[in-house]
């Protein structure tokens, strides 16, 4: 499997490197020709706009569309887009399966300015064969304050767990699958938001179930 790693720039432009492990089941002369290709600078152009001509896709949406994610684009849009609404310099870090890309993981790091703060975005989705995505999204930012008063403010009803020393993991049972790691760090608080899903689009339930 060739893996190739790309940055997108917030103008929409994609620079592709060699990714790790090019193709060690292909024979020597495809291998050379693959990890060649991938470690030529490419720009591409992307689509300006959602595909259902609504409001401007986050760069990660855009990253996912122009190397060929199809089945899990939308939950990609969807995410992405709530997460990086009305932020500032977004910039991405991708990797994807260059022969095979919509079959395959799609990684992306992305970075971006909230309120003036740096923070990282990381969103991973994984296609199966009937049409579903498992999904791992996670939005790391900094706080100046301590974990304990963005607890006491942001985490009111929720159950902390402690791990090591200085980090606690927050839930809800009503959320079994969201969690919010805050980490004591030097002049601030590390906090870390985690979501996962396993089928996306969930099945609708049958008429007559338990909510």
Excluded at 6 to 12: A, S, V
Excluded at 24 to 39: F, G, V
Excluded at 167 to 187: D, F, H, K, Q
Aim: net charge positive; charged share 15%.
């Amino acid at each position: 499997m060739g893996i190739a790693m790309g940055r997108f720039g917030e103008r929409g432009d994609l620079k592709t490197y060699a990714g790790s492990g090019c193709a060690d089941r292909y024979r020597a002369w495809r291998q050379a020709a693959l990890c060649t290709a991938l470690s030529t600078l490419a720009i591409v152009p992307y689509a300006q706009t959602a595909p259902n001509g609504g409001t401007e896709m986050s760069v990660v949406a855009r990253a996912a569309q122009t190397v060929g994610i199809r089945q899990c684009f939308p939950v990609i849009d969807r995410v992405s887009s709530r997460v990086l609404a009305d932020n500032q310099g977004q910039d991405i870090v991708a990797d994807w399966d260059h022969i095979n890309p919509d079959n395959a993981p799609f990684f992306s790091l992305t970075g971006f300015q909230y309120h003036g703060e740096p923070a990282l975005f990381s969103l991973t989705t994984i296609p199966d064969n009937v049409g579903h995505c498992a999904i791992l999204a996670e939005r790391i930012s900094v706080s100046p304050v301590s974990c304990t008063q963005v607890a006491s403010k942001q985490l009111v009803g929720y159950r902390g767990t402690p791990l090591v020393k200085a980090i606690t993991v927050y839930s809800l049972p009503s959320r079994p699958r969201e969690t919010i790691t805050l980490s004591n760090i030097a002049g601030g608080c590390l906090i870390v938001r985690r979501q996962v899903e396993y089928q996306w689009p969930a099945a609708p339930a049958s008429p007559g179930s338990s909510k």
